[in-house]
Structure formats: structure tokens, C-alpha cells
């Protein structure tokens, strides 16, 4: 189910999907039966006694994944797995420097806060072993689209910020918080390049662009060609439920053995159940292809509206994971701020929720359930339509 009720009963279409985080619909009846069945079953065990849904879920997911990205860790959120993924790329290159993008997000920890690159969300405590690259921005960056020229500056940043070798490179496939801004094509693999020489590890930031949102493919990164070492992941792992996980390889994931790691929650088997339901209802129901077919009539739909007004600056995203940046002037991109916020309002008096990002606050957000259809992507596009053309 797409939609959200109010106290009095009325009904609003969810263009959010709880932060990019409801892929399967609100209250999935089999999302909603296996976490019901589980809960009478066993609640909670710790994974220092093995159970079924633990490990049945972590095979089912590595099975997703390329490459010999192999064993699974669950943790409770997406900063808590990007945490992890950190620590355990320092523990194995036995370096300290993080690269990760400017205008990025990865969560609201100690090391996350550092990787994360936007004032908007940092507070001012030691952040330190963390270097941010230029933003591959096609719509404001310096180089447009020409992914390769912003990757020199990785290049940069290793050799005059660094020793000259780093511990990974981290990074989402679309900056979801940043405002929806795809990275410029070519950039991933030669950054990835880049870090390899410098003996790092890239990091794949899935928190929100993983398990089918981007319609093409299951993975963000899968668009750009590449093959990360560790894979993080939440938000629509299990569809509203407390979860998240990092997966990498054997040889990666032998680093914390060196010490006694443990998480209390992850991988418990109400979550874990949640995960693989989760998982059988995308295929099941062919989510992530209704995601490439509605969501390229949406961006299309949307586009319209960029060619109708000139408050439209942009229109970007894959899938079901779309942005529409307002600006108050095309050619200065000047962020439309206040216009934003109006037309949200009154969007939401209509009957239509969509949700706000970039860093000037100019950008919306869309990213419903993958369930989502084209007659709920013409409500939208048409809610919107009549509040631009009332402004």
C-alpha cells in the first residue's frame, strides 16, 4: 500500500516512502505475516545461538550480490553498518584516511558525521581522518558531466592530503539526502582505479538506492560498472523494520576476528524474518522492474513540467528514486527555498507527500514504494502541476 492515513481518516498518497525506506508498501501483508509468526516464535536470541532466520536471510542476500561479496553483518540502521564498514576498511589496509564526496551523507555517528559532508547535518565535534572529494555533480559541479575530470581530485587529495595510501573511498551511488544527484557517468570506475593503486578499499554506500529503487538494477552501483570490496545497506532492507547490514568478502571480514565483535540486535529474528520477506516480495511481485516502468514515466511526466515552468531547474534520479530541484533563476541556479516549501504544503493539502533534500534545501525527494503506480505518478505530477501553476 502507497498510501497514509491522518487522524481523521483521510488518505494521502506517499511519494516518501519513509525516506526511500517502505519498498514493499505500507504494511505488506507478508512483510506483516512472517515478522507476526517469527515474533511468536523466538523474539530475541543474540547471534550467539545460530537460528534459522539469521541465517537463511544473510544467504538469500549475499546471493544478490557479485563477486565473492560473501559474509554478512547485521546491524540496526544505515550508520550504524557504515560505522563498520570504516572500521573494518582501516583494520584491513592498517591505514586511517577516508575519501568520501562532498554533499554526501552516511550517517550521524563519530565516523559517520566525518564522512558525511554537508554542515547541514554535522555538529561541531572532532571529525578527523576524513577528505572530500568534488562532488560529482552534473547539474552544479564545476566539470558537468565529465565523471573522469572530477576524479583527478581523488587522485589530489591522496597524494598532497595523505601518505599515499588511504583506507577506502566511500560513497553512494545517488546522494540521496544531497538533493537525488546521480554521479557523473565514468567517474565510479576511475575512482575506483585510483584507490586500488593507493591500497584502499571502496566502499558502496546502498542505504537508500539498493534493493531495486533504481529500476535497472538491484544494487546503485551496478549502473556504473563496478564492484565494491563492502556493500552497506538499510532503509528498504526491511521495509520500515530496524535493520541493516555490511557485506564484504572473506578475506575483509576476517579482520574482526582479531577482537570479540558483537551486536545485540543485529541480526535478530523478528528483523532478520522481516529482511527475507522482504526480499521474496520484490521478486514475487517484480518490484524493482515496476520501478524502471512507472518511475521512467514519472521522469517523464516530471520533465514535462521543467519545459512548462522556469521554477523547474532540474529533473533527475533513476527509477522510483527521482529529484525535482526548484531554482528562482536558471542560469545562476539560484535555490527556490521558500517556493519549495509552499509548494510542499500545498502539495500535502492536496493529498500528496513528497519529501525535501539537497543542501540548500531546494530539492524534492521522491521515492515511494517500488508498489507504486502510474496512476499514482500522474496524481502526483498533477498535484504538483496545479501548485506551480497557482504560484
Not at 517469527?38 to 544467504?59: G, M, P
Not at 586511517?96 to 563519530?110: E, K, M, P, Q
Not at 538499510?234 to 575483509?252: D, M, R, S
Not at 539537497?358 to 524534492?364: A, I, K, L, R, T
Request: glycine share 12%; hydrophobic share 40%; with cysteine.
Amino acid at each position: 500500500m502507497q498510501y497514509l492515513f491522518d487522524e481523521n481518516g483521510r488518505r494521502y498518497l506517499d511519494a516518501f516512502g519513509g525516506i526511500a525506506t517502505v519498498c514493499c508498501g505500507h504494511c505488506h501483508p507478508d512483510v506483516v505475516d512472517a515478522i507476526v509468526s517469527q515474533i511468536k516464535r523466538l523474539q530475541h536470541s543474540t547471534v550467539l545461538y545460530l537460528n534459522h532466520a539469521i541465517a537463511d536471510f544473510a544467504e538469500a542476500l549475499a546471493n544478490k550480490l557479485p563477486g565473492n561479496l560473501k559474509v554478512v553483518f547485521f546491524t540496526n540502521s544505515g550508520t550504524e553498518a557504515n560505522e563498520l564498514a570504516m572500521m573494518m576498511a582501516k583494520l584491513y589496509t592498517g591505514c586511517h584516511d577516508i575519501i568520501s564526496l562532498r554533499n554526501a551523507y552516511h550517517g550521524n555517528a563519530a565516523g559517520t558525521m566525518g564522512a558525511t559532508a554537508q554542515s547541514n547535518w554535522k555538529f561541531n565535534v572532532v571529525q578527523s581522518g576524513v577528505h572530500h572529494a568534488l562532488n560529482p555533480d552534473p547539474y552544479r559541479g564545476i566539470f558537468g558531466s565529465e565523471g573522469e575530470m572530477y576524479a583527478k581530485d581523488v587522485q589530489d587529495l591522496i597524494q598532497f592530503g595523505t601518505s599515499g595510501n588511504v583506507a577506502a573511498f566511500m560513497s553512494e551511488a545517488i546522494q540521496g539526502v544531497g538533493g537525488i544527484i546521480e554521479l557523473a557517468p565514468g567517474y565510479l570506475p576511475a575512482v575506483y582505479n585510483t584507490i586500488k593503486k593507493a591500497g584502499g578499499l571502496c566502499i558502496a554506500d546502498e542505504v537508500q538506492a539498493g534493493f531495486g529503487r533504481t529500476g535497472s538494477h538491484f544494487w546503485g552501483f551496478e549502473a556504473h560498472g563496478v564492484v565494491p570490496d563492502i556493500v552497506t545497506m538499510a532503509k528498504g532492507i526491511g521495509n520500515g523494520i530496524p535493520l541493516g547490514a555490511v557485506v564484504t568478502t572473506p578475506e575483509i571480514a576476517e579482520v574482526l576476528t582479531r577482537r570479540s565483535y558483537f551486536n545485540t540486535f543485529g541480526g535478530n529474528p523478528v528483523c532478520t524474518t522481516a529482511g527475507l520477506a522482504v526480499l521474496k516480495v520484490i521478486e514475487k511481485e517484480k518490484l524493482k522492474e515496476n520501478a524502471f516502468v512507472v518511475g521512467s514515466y514519472l521522469k517523464e511526466r516530471l520533465t514535462a513540467l521543467k519545459d512548462k515552468y522556469d521554477l523547474v531547474g532540474d529533473v533527475r534520479g533513476r527509477g522510483l528514486m527521482l529529484g525535482v530541484e526548484l531554482v528562482t533563476d536558471r542560469k545562476l541556479k539560484t535555490p527556490a527555498k521558500l517556493e519549495t516549501l509552499h509548494v510542499m504544503d500545498q502539495m500535502k493539502e492536496i493529498g500528496v507527500l513528497v519529501g525535501k533534500g539537497g543542501f540548500y534545501g531546494n530539492v524534492f525527494r521522491i521515492t515511494p514504494p517500488l508498489c507504486f503506480t502510474k496512476e499514482d505518478a500522474d496524481f502526483l505530477v498533477d498535484a504538483m502541476d496545479y501548485t506551480l501553476s497557482k504560484m
